[in-house]
């Protein structure tokens, strides 16, 4: 989903190649064009290309022409993709015997001084905060002292090992292994993830680092009883430490009582925020109505940009406004073009490129009505985050993938809605809004 594809961008930084899978019933959709995209990006030295599902009585017919739409795409030769089936285990010994030969082992040197790439960390329950390290050199041991080389943090290793599949400890990680590291850090904030590591007194050059994941939409959390804030305050501190990507700041409100704004990556992060709250703790919320984060540049001259994430901060007077973008990513069966080009222009698109995609059918279905299309659109992620992918299914009648990434700023005329409420004002209801559809909204 497009609200984890920094999970996907952060594990590519350590790899010397990935498998692309498609899927053998649908073939190249909006995310396939995507992760293709942040291969290319971080320059892999191989890339696989497997067919999945080929388990299915429908596929086989199908593999062929999608093999032919995969060698348009990403430059393969059609016999260098492979088949398989991830529920059968059909084809998977050649995907890892493939991957053994095409994909080049890391290189390193073991009597180096230690040089490693922290890219994952999570909280458990016996070691506290573990760190997922690629070491580039050097051999890594328990009692060594880190230095990150960006944070300036020291990381006093008290074990290390591998994930074999659960974590194994070992005596040391020698450069080329990724394995893990348990240390003296405490919380996930201070896990460094992205930076280089280095033994202590001998910082070198560090690697290409990765900022941390940002939040696209923001929301104010609440709990349904008053009396509950002291509970919520406990279960969001314990989803954080699990969840670092959470952004939490503790507000009030005149209406809602205590809470927390909260940052997520997305609207699906945000449900499974709020779930999490309800299933494992036990905390049924509230959840204001989300915002983008927008940009702000002050009236006087000489003041700071602010990031404003709520309407309650969103300020009277102001030079101008610039709301965040996204590149949208859609394939979408022929016929459901116009449509779908309407909904676009409704949300404020910018249509960037256009292309027909020759859908892989049967021998025996010539439908022209079948043939998809590839359309990229520069969109205000405002007009994204909150029923645009439901509009999307309903007029393809589902037959839509939807993908897209972050695409900078834009300049918009943003206002604030209030709502009174026997006169008086309550700001738990305000939202932010395009001022032409403020009244619609």
């Not at 080049?104 to 016996?126: C, H, M, R």
């Not at 709990?223 to 305050?233: R, S, V």
């Not at 909260?262 to 709020?274: E, M, R």
Request: net charge neutral; hydrophobic share 40%; charged share 25%.
């Amino acid at each position: 989903h497009s609200d984890f594809s920094h999970e996907v961008t952060r594990g590519l930084t350590v790899c010397q190649g990935a498998v692309l899978l498609v899927d053998g019933l649908q073939g190249i959709q909006a995310q396939t064009i995507s992760h293709f995209g942040r291969t290319r990006r971080q320059n892999l030295e191989r890339l696989l290309v497997a067919i999945n599902k080929v388990d299915l009585p429908a596929v086989p017919e199908q593999i062929p022409s999608v093999k032919a739409s995969i060698a348009a795409l990403t430059g393969e030769k059609e016999e260098d993709v492979l088949a398989v089936s991830a529920k059968t285990g059909q084809g998977i010994d050649d995907l890892l015997q493939a991957i053994v030969e095409r994909i080049p082992p890391p290189e390193g040197k073991e009597n180096a001084p230690v040089k490693g790439l922290i890219f994952d960390s999570w909280f458990d329950a016996k070691k506290g905060i573990v760190q997922l390290v690629a070491l580039k050199e050097g051999v890594l041991k328990p009692r060594m002292t880190l230095v990150a080389a960006h944070a300036r943090k020291a990381i006093q290793v008290k074990e290390v090992g591998i994930l074999h599949p659960f974590m194994t400890p070992t005596k040391a990680l020698k450069a080329g292994q990724v394995g893990y590291i348990c240390s003296n850090i405490k919380r996930t904030q201070d896990a460094c993830v992205g930076d280089t590591v280095f033994p202590q007194n001998q910082i070198g050059e560090p690697l290409p680092c990765f900022g941390p994941p940002k939040c696209t939409v923001y929301a104010g959390v609440y709990p349904e009883q008053a009396a509950d804030y002291e509970k919520l305050q406990v279960a969001v501190g314990r989803l954080l430490l699990t969840d670092p990507a959470v952004e939490a700041k503790a507000e009030v409100s005149a209406a809602l009582g205590q809470g927390f704004r909260c940052g997520f990556l997305g609207i699906l992060h945000l449900d499974v925020f709020k779930e999490r709250l309800k299933t494992e703790h036990g905390v049924s919320v509230l959840v204001t109505s989300p915002t983008v984060p927008y940009h702000v540049t002050p009236k006087k001259k000489g003041q700071p940009k602010r990031v404003v994430c709520s309407a309650s901060d969103f300020p009277d007077f102001f030079e101008q406004v610039e709301e965040p973008m996204v590149e949208a990513t859609l394939v979408v069966p022929l016929k459901s073009v116009p449509a779908i080009q309407q909904l676009c222009m409704e949300r404020r698109g910018e249509e960037l490129r256009y292309e027909c995609m020759p859908m892989h059918t049967s021998s025996n279905d010539s439908n022209p009505q079948q043939d998809s299309v590839l359309l990229v659109y520069r969109i205000p992620l405002a007009e994204v985050i909150l029923d645009f992918f439901d509009r999307l299914q309903a007029v393809t009648s589902g037959l839509v993938s939807f993908d897209y990434i972050d695409a900078g700023l834009a300049p918009a005329d943003i206002v604030k809605v209030g709502f009174l409420f026997n006169g008086e004002r309550v700001d738990a209801l305000s939202f932010l809004a395009q001022r032409s559809r403020a009244r619609e909204q």
